[in-house]
């Protein structure tokens, strides 16, 4: 079982930046795929960015490539998303997953709560 809290959320301006953290509790963090997804309002959940149980494969959608960053530390059992260059249109609730698996493939096992990210224009 993992528990996930993200954290980092807030308002800011477009151009602007901001981190997002994820907080897992659980001694199998180590060994599973982590990813950030998002929910804007009126529409589906989406894949936001992913990465291996080491830290040696990273994807990201295109929609946020070459401005969003994942990363993760298993010493702290954290996960991050460094987001830059914000758009209105990354307005979203950010939500940190975990995969039961090295790879993230599938449906994500576990699910933060969320935290709401706002850019404005």
């Known amino acids: 079982q993992v528990q996930l809290v993200e954290s980092g959320g807030g308002l800011v301006q477009a151009g602007g930046s901001l981190r997002l953290s994820c907080a897992a509790s659980?001694?199998?963090?180590?060994?599973?795929?982590m990813g950030w997804f998002r929910r804007a309002p009126g529409k589906e959940r989406e894949f936001v960015a992913a990465?291996?149980?080491?830290?040696?494969?990273?994807y990201h959608a295109d929609s946020v490539k070459g401005r969003f960053t994942i990363s993760r530390d298993n010493a702290k059992n954290m996960v991050y998303l460094q987001m830059t260059s914000l758009k209105p249109e990354d307005t979203a609730v950010y939500y940190c997953?975990?995969?039961?698996?090295?790879?993230?493939?599938?449906?994500?096992?576990?699910w933060g709560q969320g935290t709401q990210v706002t850019v404005s224009s």
């Open positions: 997953a975990a995969f039961e698996s090295a790879q993230p493939m599938g449906a994500a096992d576990y």
């Open positions: 659980g001694r199998t963090f180590r060994s599973y795929a």
């Open positions: 990465i291996s149980w080491s830290g040696g494969s990273t």
